[in-house]
């Protein structure tokens, strides 16, 4: 904390901006979709949009992006992943920050495309993109300073932390604080809401028998929430999640918490599930 100068009575606290922090000039976002978002559930990108804009970017949608790289990094294949790095690189380095609806994502672009071009004529590149990549939720918090949201939602939400976002980007507090300024939701913790839903991206493809015992036990937590509504920020592990909560004839809906945080939850949940 700054010292500052006079006597404690004659000190008057900065008035509180609610919704976000003055700048000079609106920020150029660039979106990284995700694939996820693209193909199945468009109304995320939507939702990120308007929550950006709130907050006062301007947001543009790169046409020569892709996927991010993660499936064929996760499977060893550097080669290819190294091309999609590339390649995203140039889509989005005229931005002033790269925002993705995804710590998984966002983990693979800001974590790891610095290591996988170490060495090659684009390293200097990388590491100044991996710099202005942020995950939605806590670059609005974190980097913005947003700390409400104008959206209101009816019932009680659980939320799961994911593994990407939580252990690489350290997302956990963001996502819970601008949920409480949500006009009457209700948050219920679950158990080990920090415990991975067995997704893991090609994970559950490789071993799926582990994959299903995982997922089994995150939703027994999500139903002993009793919560009306499954959030969470990464659309592969909703999606897990929300198959094996249709499989088992629960009626817990599931969203994208930047669907909630946005007002825009008037589309049929993820897998169509709900009450």
């Known amino acids: ?24 000039s609106p920020k150029r976002v660039g ?10 559930r468009p109304t995320v990108g939507f939702a990120a949009v ?28 550097r080669e ?10 140039e889509a989005f380095e005229e931005f002033d920050y790269v925002v993705a609806p995804s710590g998984s ?37 974190d980097v913005l300073g947003v700390r409400q949201v104008p959206a209101r939602h009816e019932g009680s939400v659980t939320y799961h932390d994911s593994c990407s976002g939580l252990r690489e980007l350290g997302i956990q507090q963001q996502p819970r604080a601008l949920l409480s300024s949500v006009e009457g ?50 659309l592969g592990c909703l999606m897990n999640m929300a198959g094996k909560l249709h499989r088992q004839g629960s009626r817990v809906e599931v969203r994208h918490v930047a669907e909630v945080l946005a007002g825009m939850t008037d589309k049929p949940a993820i897998g169509g599930g709900g009450r």
Not at 80 to 89: E, L, P, S, V, Y
């Open 185 to 234: 939701l209700e948050l219920k913790e679950m158990q080990n809401s920090d415990v991975c839903c067995g997704f893991g991206g090609t994970f559950c493809v490789k071993y799926p028998d582990i994959s299903n015992k995982i997922v089994e036990e995150k939703t027994a937590s999500i139903e002993g929430a009793g919560a009306d509504t499954l959030l969470a920020g990464d």
């Open 50 to 77: 308007k929550l950006l804009e709130e907050a006062g970017c301007t947001v543009e949608v790169p046409m020569a992006q892709t996927c991010c790289g993660q499936p064929a990094y996760n499977s060893g294949d």
């Open 105 to 141: 994502c966002a983990g693979m672009l800001r974590k790891h495309y610095p290591s996988l071009l170490k060495g090659t004529s684009y390293e200097a590149r990388a590491e100044a993109f991996s710099g202005r990549v942020h995950e939605l939720v806590s670059f609005l918090v």
């Open 1 to 24: 904390m700054s010292e500052r100068t006079g006597s404690a009575e004659n000190f008057k606290p900065a008035k509180e901006e609610p919704l976000k922090e003055q700048s000079i």
């Open 80 to 89: 290819d992943a190294a091309a999609i790095a590339r390649q995203t690189i």
């Open 31 to 40: 979106l990284f979709v995700t694939c996820l978002v693209d193909l199945f």
